[in-house]
């Protein structure tokens, strides 16, 4: 059996789509691009597909993950070029590899964010994330299924910062100023998303944008306490991968084994 793990972005409007509508879409493109899938057993057989810490709906992203099991072996170029084709536009597969190593979703230990904040001079943003960096802790509530919860959403942020680019995925051209915020975000329990940040911004300074935060997911993976970076979680199956032998190396083997 074949483990291949793919990476693909949410854009556009289908940042609007809730990971049970990815579902059902990606388990069409694999009937589409002829995937031969392993099932898994039992009276309701399913396709091996593991979703790895999806994005909220609303949210872009430049870095989903999933793995799935096959029957027979791919390419896995090939096979993320039939599952591009087969996706709507905005639901892209960027990136394909043979899974060699083990425990991808222990890689995926935070995820580094943007925040577009339409009608928020600079300045106001970086006083905000100044009064945010600051405080030893920043308490925000989230209702959940359970009912009002309190969390300290300060711990969880490894790094906020103001940028001054404009040259990202969260894409909203617009006339009115504009704040761009990037944090890298710990993966924690209970889960503090970008919205909480967002609350907790508004609780320290009363930073309330005018029109929702366009919110993308740039990257996520493991993150390094020494440098502060988020690594790419693939990179040990690229690297893992079995070298190919030199021309001379192949045959004076193949004379050996003559």
């Known amino acids: 059996m074949q483990r ?3 990476r693909y972005t949410k854009r556009g409007r289908l940042r609007f789509t809730s990971h049970r509508d990815f579902q059902r879409a990606f388990e069409r493109a694999l009937r589409r691009a002829e995937v031969p899938m392993a099932y898994s057993a039992g009276f309701t057989p399913h396709p091996k597909v593991s979703y790895a810490n999806a994005a909220p709906t ?3 992203s430049e ?4 793995e799935i099991a096959l029957t027979e072996a791919r390419d896995p170029e090939r096979l993320r070029l039939l599952l591009d084709e087969s996706l709507p536009a905005g639901l892209d597969v960027v990136e394909a590899v043979e899974a060699r190593t083990s425990g991808l979703a222990d890689r995926l230990t935070a995820s580094v964010w943007e925040l577009r904040l339409d009608g928020v001079e600079s300045a106001e943003a970086e006083a905000a994330v100044a009064a945010f960096n600051a405080a030893p802790a920043v308490e925000v509530q989230r209702r959940t299924k359970n009912g009002v919860r309190t969390f300290d959403t300060r711990s969880a942020v490894a790094h906020l910062e103001s940028v001054t680019t404009h040259g990202s995925p969260a894409d909203r051209p617009t006339d009115r100023p504009c704040a761009i915020l990037r944090l890298v975000v710990r993966h924690v329990t209970p889960a503090v998303r970008p919205d909480d940040v967002l609350s907790g911004l508004r ?3 009363d930073l309330a944008p005018p029109v929702p935060a366009a919110v993308t997911r740039l990257a996520q993976g493991l993150f390094d306490e020494e440098t502060g970076a988020v690594t790419d979680p693939l990179a040990p199956d690229r690297e893992a991968e ?3 032998p030199h021309p001379a190396a192949a045959s004076a083997a193949a004379k050996a084994s003559a």
Not at 63 to 66: K, P, T
Request: avoid cysteine; charge should be neutral.
């Open 4 to 6: 291949i793990r793919l």
């Open 58 to 60: 609303g949210t872009g």
């Open 63 to 66: 870095a989903e993950y999933l």
């Open 203 to 205: 609780a320290v300074a």
């Open 242 to 244: 079995a070298p190919v």
